[in-house]
């Protein structure tokens, strides 16, 4: 087994928001720091979210606390996440069968919680989102807003770089090595590269691996009762709205539709599942049908919306007593000294919470790492200092073109990095969403960019209406220049249909079908990509 | 239970329903040769979802856009790309249209005027330094020649030479004769009168007629193309209503933009009227199908001929109706050109900023018409006339003048007298 030779201050298992989060606060404060990836960034959770820039209205009334947190930190990532967020404003709608008696408790809520909630007039919230149901009888304005999950995660990574992180995707912690009563370091398994073993060593080891950290606690050898709680969205093929619409009601199904770069998305269900089944993430057809029966409630045009895809993911939550669904379980942060909790020394754990509150989660994570270490000057910044890409540096990005135009939304002031000035740098890769050349060049160099799948995190390419058609194998060409090996390219391109089409397959009617025979098609007749077991889209 | 949204779940969204299979790219005349504009699939459905999101994704080189339709012929899914495009580009563009592209698109309101003092306009508009000048102040570029205007309108000549004996004929059409008829070609509307008369169907016009709007509506002057387009719609409903049967066009464009440019830039609904406005060539060909008019051809008529397919013939099907035409004449030898854009869409060519991407799209078509050397091209668009006429150094005839030249009059006539 190899070992790293670096001894780290602190190993950050897990790459969502919350592991990017702590590897960037450490790393700022000025900690040596391992994050650890069993796959890709933002390969969970994460990246199976509404996107939702949450007020904290949502959970005003049922948990305050989480309110509260979500409000500050909808304020602090507007300032330090810029480029990751948009400032849509968000509406909770009461509809003729809802008590508009709850408006008021509500309001109340939110007030308490410190989020600003104002009752508008329907007419007024008619004309500020024209696709809202006609019928609603009430509507609240509150600050919703839409994050996109992929750059705020990657930013993150991007910074933690910057300041001396060491990064592994790919990457899957199978043991812990420990004396009787710490917890020493890891071992893994590079997946990428036949499960050869690597060691690497840390005085702390953070456990930020979203539900798996469930199963990483149990490798410690300590216990975290997890609660899986699956929730399913929907991805419509183009904005249907441009300000958040949420139901003016206890949370209950399908009632946020967030508007998010290109798209918009309605969601979530909630219900527990399996631990076996985390991994395995499909979406049922009972689970379209709640989703799109009750999106249509908050915009009836949902229902002549061709639906892009539809994805599942797995909440976080800790479990407390008996919720079937889990939608009582409070989104609070939950950070867990398995010293002080279960005697073992270097461990810690950081879960619960929500894609909004991962900063929060991550201070109070690198908070008690420092204090661990006996580094407790080390003062957190990441609440002023905007992450790479929402910095205000007066670069001016070459804004040529739709790509430039697009690329900007996606990078911020990073942007100014990304080639553009010849045609073959400008020409496009992706044509739903505007990837370049030079922008998926950009990607593969600085964003830890691996494969097609990485490549569409990371930038988009392959997440519009032809759902990868065109665009991939022109970025598997440019894959196959970092590669060398058109093998690779072509199982890639394999990989990405099939991905695709897991998401495709629940909502596959109509339009969607025909694009998806076609591009099974193209991809068979002229990559021969049905020639192995693995074969293309079975429709 | 499960609701049954796979049949409920159908787009409502015409932009949604590309598949992205990039055949109307393939087909654009203008990606061909203008590298700075984005093809049909990215200004059209691509775009669209971008300005849906932010308007500032609005690209100006969607102006080069000819609105030729070739992408909407092409597209298997439906999808009209076409008016995508042209209704984004009248959303977006935020400057006002300029006094060169005004002028261009008041077809009717510059013909006024100059058919009253047509020689000396005729003359000075081609004098070269009046050209030079055009070209520097307003844009027009200086290799084109303006359409001559005619000291007679179509319209007088009609009303004083015409109008009565069309009484005579049980059966009667409208004629849509267009701002080019009346103002720079009467000829071809005389020729229309000549042959449908033979054809035993009186032509009227119809109580109002303004242009159709097509270079208004290209030219982003919507409300006056609109305010025409009323007016229009409310003539034809008027024609119909007294009897005609249906109101035909010479002009393709006129009959395009009045089928399908009113009802979806225009948001005028015209469906109960839009299938009776026709082409000429298509109403005449159905009447001999269905055995309604018989057509006797002189015997000592020769020709060699070569037909060109104006794009928004082909955007309304019916070139095969024209083509049909002209090969039940005896003498006429006919070579059906290969379906290219001209390069001159309207005003588009007229343009300065336009006129090598319009060159170049000619181009084919230009090398085509050389290598088969006809007598005569023909076709049904007058500014595709222009510019075959301004690139080439052959003649064009609209193909009811060649029918018209075609019959036998007399003997026309008595096979159809009832």
């Given at each position: 087994m190899k070992k790293i030779g670096k001894h780290y201050d602190v190993i950050v298992v897990g790459g969502g928001a919350t592991g990017a989060g702590v590897a960037r606060d450490c790393s700022l404060r000025g900690l040596k720091v391992l994050l650890i990836e069993?796959?890709?960034?933002?390969?969970?959770a994460t990246g199976r979210n509404h996107g939702l820039l949450h007020s904290g209205a949502r959970y005003a009334v049922t948990d305050r606390e989480s309110a509260t947190e979500c409000i500050k930190e909808n304020m602090t990532l507007r300032r330090i996440a810029s480029h990751c967020v948009e400032e849509t404003g968000g509406l909770f709608i009461t509809l003729?069968?809802?008590?508009?008696?709850y408006q008021k408790t509500f309001i109340d809520a939110c007030r308490a919680a410190g989020i600003e909630a104002e009752a508008i007039d329907p007419a007024l919230a008619r004309r500020l989102?024209?696709?809202?149901?006609?019928?609603?009888?009430g509507a609240v304005k509150v600050p919703d807003g839409s994050v996109d999950p992929f750059r705020l995660t990657m930013a993150n990574v991007y910074d933690a770089k910057l300041h001396g992180a060491d990064v592994l995707t790919?990457?899957?912690?199978?043991?812990f090595i420990r004396s009787s009563t710490r917890i020493e370091g890891v071992v893994m398994k590079d997946l990428r590269n036949n499960g050869e073993g690597i060691s690497a060593t840390a005085d702390v080891t953070v456990n930020?691996?979203?539900?798996?950290g469930h199963m990483i606690a149990e490798k410690a050898?300590?216990?975290?009762?997890?609660f899986p709680a699956k929730g399913s969205l929907l991805i419509f093929g183009?904005?249907?709205?441009n300000v958040v619409i949420n139901r003016c009601r206890k949370p209950a199904n399908a009632d946020i539709l967030v508007p998010g770069d290109t798209v918009c998305v309605i969601g979530t269900t909630s219900d527990r599942v399996p631990f076996e089944s985390v991994d395995r993430m499909e979406v049922t057809p009972e689970e379209v049908d709640v989703l799109m029966r009750e999106g249509m409630q908050l915009a009836p045009s949902l229902a002549t919306t061709r639906i892009l895809r539809a994805y599942a993911g797995v909440r976080p939550l800790v479990a407390s007593d008996?919720?079937?669904?889990?939608?009582?379980?409070?989104?609070g942060i939950v950070c867990l000294d398995h010293a002080s909790r279960?005697?073992?020394?270097g461990f810690i754990t950081i879960t619960g919470g929500k894609l909004m509150t991962y900063r929060l989660m991550a201070e109070w994570a690198t908070d008690m790492v420092c204090k661990k270490l006996g580094r407790t000057g080390l003062k957190c910044v990441t609440a002023e200092r905007p992450l790479p890409g929402s910095e205000q540096t007066g670069k001016q990005e070459k804004l040529r073109g739709m790509g430039a135009k697009a690329a900007a939304g996606r990078?911020?002031?990073?942007?100014?990095?990304?080639?553009?000035?010849k045609d073959s740098d400008r020409a496009l890769v992706c044509e739903c969403e505007g990837v370049t050349v030079g922008e998926v060049r950009y990607a593969i160099d600085?964003?830890?960019?691996?494969n097609l799948i990485t490549l569409r995190r990371r930038t988009?390419?392959?997440?519009?209406?032809?759902?990868g058609q065109l665009c991939i194998c022109r970025a598997a060409g440019l894959l196959e220049e970092k590669h060398g090996c058109v093998k690779r390219q072509l199982d890639d391109m394999r990989d990405f249909i099939n991905e695709r089409w897991k998401g495709m397959r629940p909502v596959a009617w109509g339009d969607a079908v025909a694009e998806a025979q076609l591009m099974a098609w193209m991809y068979a007749g002229n990559a021969a990509l049905n020639q192995s077991d693995n074969t293309l889209i079975q429709l | 239970m499960t609701m049954d949204f796979q049949e409920?779940?159908?787009?409502?969204?015409?932009?949604?329903?590309?598949?992205?299979?990039?055949v109307c790219t393939a087909y654009c005349p203008v990606t061909a040769v203008n590298a700075l504009y984005p093809g049909p699939k990215q200004a059209g459905p691509d775009g669209e979802r971008y300005r849906l999101k932010d308007?500032?994704?609005?690209?100006?080189?969607?102006?080069?856009?000819?609105?030729?339709?070739r992408c909407e012929v092409a597209c298997p899914s439906g999808v009209r790309i076409g008016d995508i495009i042209l209704a984004a580009r009248i959303a977006h563009?935020?400057?006002?249209?300029?006094l060169r592209d005004t002028m261009l698109a008041s077809t009717d309101l510059m013909g006024r005027t100059a058919t009253i003092c047509a020689p000396v306009v005729n003359v000075a508009l081609a004098l070269r330094p009046v050209k030079y000048l055009m070209d520097l102040t307003v844009?027009?570029?200086?290799?084109r020649r303006l359409p001559k205007y005619s000291s007679t309108k179509f319209t007088t000549w009609f009303r004083r030479n015409a109008a009565e004996r069309?009484?005579?004929?049980?059966r009667q059409v409208a004629y849509f004769h267009g701002c080019y008829v009346n103002y720079n070609y009467p000829d071809l509307g005389i020729a229309l009168v000549k042959l449908l008369n033979a054809a035993g169907t009186g032509v009227r016009l119809m109580e109002a007629e303004r242009c159709c709007g097509v270079a208004k509506i290209s030219n982003r002057l919507i409300d006056e193309a609109r305010h025409d387009a009323e007016i229009n719609i409310a003539a034809v409903r008027k024609a119909l209503a007294e009897g005609c049967q249906a109101v035909v066009a010479t002009g393709s464009t006129c009959c395009f933009t009045m089928r399908d440019e009113y009802p979806?830039?225009?948001?005028?609904?015209n469906s109960d009227v839009r299938d009776s406005i026709t082409m000429a060539t298509a109403w005449l060909y159905r009447m001999i199908e269905s055995g309604d008019v018989k057509l006797a051809f002189r015997k000592d008529f020769r020709l060699r001929l070569a037909y060109h397919t104006p794009c928004h013939m082909e955007k309304l099907g019916m070139a095969n109706y024209s083509i049909g035409l002209l090969r039940m004449i005896p003498g006429v030898e006919l070579t059906v050109l290969?379906?290219?854009?001209?390069?001159?869409a309207g005003t588009y060519g007229f343009k300065k900023e336009n006129y090598e991407t319009s060159q170049a799209i000619g181009s084919k078509l230009f090398r085509q018409i050389a290598e088969i050397n006809p007598d005569f091209v023909t076709t049904d668009c007058e500014t595709c006339k222009w510019q075959i006429e301004m690139s080439t150094p052959y003649k064009v005839k609209n193909p009811i003048e060649i029918l018209a030249e075609a019959i036998d009059v007399e003997a026309t006539a008595k096979l159809n007298r009832k």
């Open positions: 069993r796959f890709d960034f933002t390969a969970g003729p069968e809802d008590d508009l008696g989102e024209p696709s809202v149901n006609p019928a609603l009888v790919y990457h899957e912690v199978t043991d930020a691996a979203g539900i798996w050898g300590v216990s975290v009762k997890m183009h904005r249907v709205n008996d919720d079937p669904s889990g939608r009582s379980i409070s989104r279960d005697g073992l020394e990078h911020g002031t990073l942007a100014a990095d990304i080639a553009a000035d600085k964003l830890n960019v691996d988009r390419m392959g997440m519009g209406t032809c759902q | 409920q779940n159908i787009s409502s969204h015409n932009f949604e329903q590309c598949t992205k299979c990039t308007p500032e994704f609005f690209e100006k080189a969607l102006k080069f856009c000819l609105n030729c339709k563009t935020k400057e006002r249209p300029s844009g027009i570029d200086s290799h069309q009484k005579e004929f049980s979806h830039i225009l948001g005028i609904d290969d379906s290219n854009c001209c390069g001159i």
